[in-house]
């Protein structure tokens, strides 16, 4: 896991707008697309940028599941409750019958150097469902009020995130994002292996300890 960090806001953003508009490849040539989020910035994140940052990826996700609550601006034309229930049952469903065929085809697919993308893609498609589910469950809990389980559901974007951008002080946000003490762990919490710093020179020496009090293996 990686975290990427600048001095300003503006400096962060220009670095998420151009991983969203490229794709990576791996030392195979496969190509692929890493989660990925955005910490803090408030209204200083620019439109580019918006679409990744937690809170707001956490406020789409509930809304999707709860297009009656205040959250959403479309609150007066949701469904009957009713409806509702049934719709976030089939959503339920639908998931795990995905996962149940990904592992089925798990089960029939070779592990040879020539089927490497597939398994791979396996892989990549059963952790992003045990994620979505993980969320769901934050989501549906009874026993938390709706800025809790967005507090929660935004803390599981940071951590199931492959890549986190930050500005070095926005960082500090990052020591209290674990979901570690919950009983909605992933058993990883936000821990990263390497800290980026864009446009280092810009920075003071102070700011830039803030993302190493994380406790990167790199930097």
């Known amino acids: 896991r990686i975290l990427v960090c600048a001095p300003s806001n503006g400096a962060v953003d220009e670095i998420v707008s151009r991983f969203l508009s490229e794709k990576f490849i791996d030392g195979c040539g496969i190509e692929y697309t890493p989660e990925i989020a955005r910490v803090g910035g408030g209204d200083k994140v620019n439109d580019a940028a918006k679409d990744v940052v937690a809170e707001t990826l956490a406020e789409k996700f509930y809304i999707a599941l709860f297009p009656s609550s205040r ?78 389980k967005l507090r929660l559901i935004a803390k599981a974007y940071i951590e199931d995130a492959n890549i986190v951008f930050a500005t070095l002080s926005g960082a500090a946000i990052l020591q209290g994002a674990s979901l570690s003490q919950t009983k909605w762990s992933a058993g990883e919490g936000v821990s990263f292996d390497t800290v980026i710093i864009d446009e280092a020179a810009q920075a003071t020496e102070l700011s830039c300890l803030v993302p190493l009090i994380l406790g990167p293996k790199k930097c």
């Open 71 to 148: 959250t959403s601006a479309l609150a007066l034309a949701a469904p009957p409750p009713e409806e509702l229930a049934v719709k976030r049952e089939a959503w339920l469903n639908k998931l795990t019958a995905k996962k149940e065929q990904l592992m089925n085809k798990w089960d029939n697919t070779l592990i040879t150097p020539e089927n490497r993308g597939a398994v791979l893609d396996i892989c990549e498609n059963v952790e992003r469902l045990d994620r979505e589910l993980r969320r769901y469950m934050i989501a549906s809990a009874n026993d938390l009020n709706e800025e809790e």
